[in-house]
């Protein structure tokens, strides 16, 4: 759906390094979800805003991970510092204002830890 | 938290045939959703459908909220049907919690 643009698409990086992946959901959204997708633990929601405040964010796995909502427009998910378990497609979803709860998904970012 | 319970887990058809993928939930349900995961990756909306029959070309689905359940249909499957098809449940709480999935792999 082009209602979400991700960034990178993909990214390789070494363990402890800082990983940054974001997010912008096109206007007239009022819900914004990131999600994680592992071949273990399937698609897991990790965080959501509703009118860019955070609701709910307990399934951020520990502290290493972040986000941040500071505009309707753009969202950012933080690893500092990552680790390899990290590794995984984080997806950026959206609900729009005018439906009542039908979900889209961005592309994707897949994330490499070495 | 809501239990999703997809089936089955795996499924290989031969192009042209039929089949019924199962969602079942353990609690009430505000809207549900079925995606279609292609190869690439992408999540692609199939359906949203809190209760009732939508059809959309080959691919019907059915929920049932009463008895906790949806089905999606897919008649004469292709190839480009190949994928794993997730079913996505969305409660009181505004978030959606989704099954594992059912692989689907479609012979030539």
């Known amino acids: 759906d082009a209602g979400v643009i991700q960034s990178p698409r993909h990214e390789v990086t070494e363990m402890g390094q800082e990983v940054t992946l974001r997010c912008k959901p096109i206007?007239?959204?009022?819900?914004l979800f990131w999600y994680r997708q592992t071949m273990m633990r399937g698609l897991e929601l990790l965080i959501y805003?509703?009118?860019?405040?955070?609701?709910?964010d307990s399934g951020m796995p520990e502290d290493r991970f972040s986000a941040k909502m500071p505009n309707a427009s753009f969202s950012t998910l933080k690893i500092q510092p990552s680790e390899p378990r990290d590794s995984a497609v984080y997806f950026c979803?959206?609900?729009?204002?005018?439906?009542?709860?039908?979900?889209?998904f961005g592309e994707g970012s897949r994330l490499t830890v070495l | 938290g809501i239990q999703v319970e997809q089936s089955p887990p795996d499924l290989i058809l031969q192009e042209g045939a039929n089949s019924t993928l199962r969602c079942n939930f353990s609690?009430?349900?505000?809207?549900l959703q079925w995606f279609h995961q292609n190869p690439w990756g992408q999540l692609i909306n199939l359906f949203y459908?809190?209760?009732g029959t939508k059809q959309n070309g080959r691919l019907s689905a059915t929920t049932v909220a009463t008895e906790r359940y949806s089905s999606l249909y897919i008649s004469s499957s292709q190839t480009t049907d190949s994928g794993v098809y997730f079913c996505?449940?969305?409660?009181?709480?505004?978030?959606?919690?989704f099954g594992d999935g059912t692989t689907l792999t479609v012979k030539p």
């Open positions: 609690d009430s349900v505000n809207n």
């Open positions: 996505a449940v969305n409660t009181n709480a505004g978030k959606s919690t």
């Open positions: 459908i809190p209760s």
């Open positions: 979803a959206y609900k729009r204002l005018e439906d009542t709860g039908e979900l889209f």
């Open positions: 206007s007239g959204h009022n819900s």
């Open positions: 805003f509703n009118n860019n405040v955070p609701i709910d």
